[in-house]
């Protein structure tokens, strides 16, 4: 088959890549010129695992190629993937104007049939809009309209595209869900056949509710501190439980990044322009704005007021195995330390620099002379470390574990003194 995909960022370039390493002719197209040329280089423009290798195969294949001329690319394709952004505006509406572009470009290019297939996660009711917005520039016989999200992991993207836990089809027509179903037909993942926007709500809901796990888990771990119990073993033995489930019940600084965030505001908002009063979505993104301040202040309880405390941050990206910083928990918690008056020397093994906050070359370099250590976000890195050696450069003694992933005995042994939100010790 031959595709068009509309936007390079995580999902366009990885699902780009996954089609094309599959045997398909796939044309991604994208407005950003740099992108563009690094791409058309075989660089890939963030860090992904796995994903260079597909983009070298598949450019030396003369599977994949990339360009900004979304219409001409449309008019050759069977199938249209629009996989832009949809960034979350200050009242956390997603702002829609890159598929809005998107849309007007492409209805142009409907020359022959095409299934318009939408990976965007896009409010509800937003496909319908595709829908009808299509049907007043392109005879109704060529096109149909699909929506597919994408449940892909940054860190992950690659392995999740290729083995997703299920494949969501929303769609009018049976012909353009069996465009769908072929082109996924590789991944033996169980299809779920709903309308348009029912697949678009399979994609909030899921999101919103990965976060309100995160935040239930949270708030467990504050009533566990203060109770001196272990919210490790606590997620262990209710994660026991099939209809819980042991996965997204680790506790911490909280949840970050480009999604989570932004589509539970994007369901909130949602709801609240159908007069729908949400109670539970509300509370799960105020435990996590909450978690920050929780862990300045359990640190002030060792500290004292911070001003003047040197203090190393371990992580800024918003988790392990990425270079994005969006929503980044770690970030947050450093520019609340910089407010308190607290010098911050952070380490992160791939973000060099962010918000003007610059990572020392190596993890000891940015504990030298600290009152305090906080692990931030969880890099693997962080578990081989020589904490004789973190003790020995350090002034202060104190290890702040903000994920909950650091081993205590090893810590202490060094002659440092471990803290976490419901490590489970005095
Ligand atoms: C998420 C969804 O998992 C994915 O299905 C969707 O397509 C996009 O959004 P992603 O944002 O890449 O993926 O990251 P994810 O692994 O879900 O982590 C989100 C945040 O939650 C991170 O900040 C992570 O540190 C945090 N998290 C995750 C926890 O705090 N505790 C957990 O137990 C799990």
Redesign the pocket.
Known sequence: MKIAVIGAG??GLTTSCVLADKGSTVTCIDNDQSKLEKLAKGQVPFFEPGLQEVLDRTLANNKLTFTDQTVSAVKEADVVFIAVGTPPKATGEPDLTYLKTAIDDLASGITSYKTIVTKS?VPLGTNEWIHETLLENADPALFDVVSN?????????LY?TVNPDRVVIGAKSARGASVVKELFAFTNAPVYETTLTGAEMI?YA??VF??V??SF??EIASICDAFHVNVKEVAEGIGADPRIGP??????????????PK?LSALLYSAAGKQVDAHLLPSAAKVNDQQVNRYTAKLEEDLGILKQKRIAVWGLS???D?D?TR???AILLILSLIEKGAEVLAFDPLVKEVEGIVSQHDLYESVKEADALILA??WAVFNSVDWNRVRSLMKGNIVLDA?NVLNHRTVTEAGLTYRAIGSGRV
């Open positions: 995580y999902v996660t999200p994408e449940f892909l992991k940054e860190g992950t993207a999740d994609k899921s999101n990965l976060a796990k995160i888990i949270n996965a997204f019940l680790r506790s911490g600084l909280g949840y970050g990044g480009s999604c989570l589509d918003f988790k392990p990425t994005d929503h980044s928990p976000t969880e994920r």
